[in-house]
């Protein structure tokens, strides 16, 4: 499925318009930055992963040929530089995000409300540390960024019916049960 936009902005940036790629990187930079996030539980290792991404999509963009959609094409290359990433770091703390956003409350609510947020975020961040990488990447990639077992298929090479079984298992262990 081929979208027209898409190639278009992929031709003008191959024939040397330096805006269609930043209007490309506009459109994915976000999804790359929150996928790696989940993946390595940080800002900055996130960030540098992300940054890493964009050099080989505007390397390798010349190499496009639209077999498949470009949101899969990146996200493959998004969950290959994750999956380095944390091989050569070895990270065992995953999704730590210990930087919440400053806020002002209102009233004592609004300081419970945000205790039982954080609570529950970190409560989903445990159960996510847990699983292993497959499952946590496939858990990920269907529940947070809403890919099909399709695009996960093309994104990891893995099996339809593999995937859909550590989904499985993922929500079990998530669920405890």
């Not at 540098?48 to 390798?60: G, H, L």
């Not at 290959?80 to 004592?108: A, D, G, V, W, Y």
């Not at 947020?117 to 990447?137: A, T």
């Amino acid at each position: 499925m081929v979208d027209n936009k898409e190639k278009e902005l992929v031709n003008s940036f191959l024939n040397g318009n330096e805006s269609s790629f930043n209007e490309i990187i506009k459109n994915y930079q976000k999804n790359i930055y929150w996928h790696a996030r989940r993946m390595v539980g940080n800002h900055f290792d996130a960030d540098e992963i992300t940054q890493e991404v964009i050099i080989v999509i505007y390397k390798k963009l010349k190499n496009f040929r639209f077999q498949s959609t470009l949101k899969t094409w990146i996200y493959k290359i998004t969950f290959s530089k994750t999956l380095n990433f944390l091989r050569k770091q070895k990270l065992k703390k995953i999704f730590n995000f210990s930087e919440m956003p400053n806020q002002s409350f209102r009233n004592n609510e609004d300081i419970i409300e945000n205790f039982e947020q954080k609570e529950k975020i970190e409560n989903i961040q445990n159960k996510l540390k847990g699983l292993p990488n497959k499952q946590r990447e496939v858990f990920i990639l269907r529940h947070f960024e809403e890919l099909s077992y399709e695009e996960i298929s093309q994104i990891t090479g893995k099996s339809i019916g593999g995937l859909k079984a550590n989904y499985f298992h993922a929500i079990k262990k998530i669920l405890g049960k």
